[in-house]
């Protein structure tokens, strides 16, 4: 390897914690998906400080106000490995904050090898659903879909806000940026009974336009001219939400552009992203048979390859969790009494999410002190928000949470 790495995740990717001597970043909830991926780089000799970097950005913010985050991650890479020149690995929307910062006046001409893995350089329709209606898209990725959710009720709490359109508006501007492209052609569409034929709305036309794609794919040739060592990634095999039917707009604000009723789906994509928007712009091309989050580690291999490591890593990682428990509460006085396999992250140091992979069991939350709190618990199979309230006679209050194999959970108090 001539160049350091600098790697650069997607969307729900980072947390970080406030300190007196500043933000304390690190995956979060997400590390199930990167944290094996970063096992499964050192074994092709990167090291994190040494000669890979993670590029932690805010990703809630609209993707070029993160440009300067990207800029200072290849600078420190640069200024501690004496290198003039990074190679930069991206995943998802992790990609799109590359092509900002190269398509910018701020480049640096310090991108030699530039990859990336299931970018959707085209947008994708999923997005419309977090933007359009405050909701998760049907049937993607259970894990991305938890992610969202409770990313959204965090901010919810934070901003002080109950309706999750304001809160994705206002606050997570990001998710407008992933929407579809003029690229990435018409898919919204109705069928309406008079007609015998699907409708398609002409994407120019929309009430919400994603300009910030629409721009970057314009100026597309800038890239090219910056960088040539590109590499594209794609997963494939996988049933991704390709058009959308809809019925007549709900209003100017809650789905402008039409309800959706209905999905049509194409085995061509990784679950989240179009095989056609991965592969959207020009490079040396990868398609692998597995889903958004697998690719990850699925890409090691190549990654060898192009990366010039010449002994072979050991890539064991299952692509998708079967089933989980996700728990993020309101105040740090809540406790989770969890097994080893549970995991506490400390969220924008206000909240407290608890991850455990493997959740079949009885699990007791209980409050240590006399005051109200909330608790959102989900699993792949649903997910809900509880409040707890201690008697004033009482030092606190408990419940339990029984979750089975398969994912189902009921609540018992006491």
């Known amino acids: 390897m001539d160049n350091p790495v600098v790697?650069?995740?997607?969307?729900?990717?980072?947390?970080?914690?406030?300190?007196?001597?500043?933000?304390?970043?690190?995956?979060?909830?997400?590390a199930y998906a990167y944290s094996p991926f970063i096992e499964n780089l050192g074994k092709l000799g990167l090291v994190e400080g040494k000669n890979l970097f993670i590029c932690y950005y805010?990703?809630?913010?609209?993707?070029?106000?993160?440009v300067d985050t990207l800029k200072l991650t290849i600078e420190?890479?640069?200024?501690?490995?004496?290198?003039?020149?990074?190679?930069?690995?991206?995943?998802?929307?992790?990609?799109?904050?590359?092509?900002?910062?190269?398509?910018?006046?701020?480049?640096?001409?310090?991108?030699?090898?530039?990859?990336?893995?299931?970018?959707?350089?085209?947008?994708?329709?999923?997005?419309?659903?977090?933007?359009?209606?405050?909701?998760?898209?049907?049937?993607?990725?259970?894990?991305?879909?938890?992610?969202?959710?409770?990313?959204?009720?965090?901010?919810?709490?934070?901003?002080?806000?109950?309706?999750?359109?304001?809160?994705?508006?206002?606050?997570?501007?990001?998710?407008?940026?992933?929407?579809?492209s003029r690229q990435y052609g018409n898919y919204i569409f109705m069928?309406?009974?008079?007609?015998?034929?699907?409708?398609?709305?002409?994407?120019?036309y929309m009430k919400v336009i994603n300009e910030f794609l629409n721009s970057l794919n314009e100026q597309i040739g800038i890239l090219y001219d910056r960088v040539k060592k590109i590499y594209v990634f794609s997963g494939d095999g996988i049933y991704t939400n390709k058009f959308?039917?809809?019925?007549?707009?709900?209003?100017?604000?809650?789905w402008?552009?039409?309800?959706?009723?209905?999905?049509?789906?194409?085995?061509?994509?990784d679950g989240t992203v179009l095989k056609k928007s991965a592969l959207g712009i020009e490079g040396e091309k990868f398609i692998v048979k597995t889903g958004h989050i697998g690719i990850l580690n699925d890409s090691i291999p190549y990654l060898q390859q192009i990366l010039g490591v010449k002994e072979k890593p050991q890539v064991s990682i299952l692509e998708k969790v079967v089933s989980y428990l996700s728990m993020v509460t309101d105040k740090k006085i809540i406790v989770l009494d969890r097994s080893k396999n549970a995991i506490s992250y400390d969220i924008f140091g206000k909240f407290v999410w608890h991850l455990n992979l493997k959740p079949e069991g009885e699990y007791r939350i209980s409050v240590r002190e006399p005051f109200s709190s909330e608790v959102y618990i989900e699993t792949n199979k649903g997910n809900f928000v509880k409040k707890i309230k201690p008697s004033r006679f009482a030092r606190g209050v408990s419940m339990s949470l029984e979750v089975d194999k398969e994912g189902n959970f009921r609540v018992k108090d006491g």
């Open 7 to 30: 790697f650069v995740h997607g969307i729900f990717g980072s947390i970080f914690t406030p300190t007196p001597l500043g933000k304390i970043w690190s995956f979060g909830p997400a």
């Open 58 to 66: 805010e990703w809630w913010k609209s993707i070029p106000d993160s």
């Open 76 to 180: 420190e890479a640069k200024a501690k490995t004496g290198n003039t020149k990074v190679d930069l690995i991206c995943h998802s929307m992790g990609g799109l904050l590359a092509r900002s910062y190269i398509e910018s006046d701020k480049y640096q001409f310090d991108v030699d090898r530039l990859i990336f893995l299931a970018t959707p350089h085209f947008g994708a329709a999923n997005a419309y659903y977090g933007w359009e209606g405050g909701t998760v898209a049907p049937e993607d990725d259970d894990f991305i879909n938890m992610l969202f959710k409770g990313f959204l009720w965090i901010f919810s709490k934070i901003k002080g806000e109950s309706d999750a359109i304001a809160v994705i508006r206002k606050y997570i501007p990001s998710v407008k940026d992933l929407m579809p």
């Open 191 to 204: 069928y309406p009974t008079r007609y015998d034929k699907i409708l398609f709305k002409n994407i120019e």
């Open 244 to 254: 959308i039917q809809v019925e007549k707009p709900v209003s100017e604000i809650v």
């Open 256 to 269: 402008p552009d039409g309800k959706p009723v209905g999905v049509i789906r194409d085995d061509k994509g």
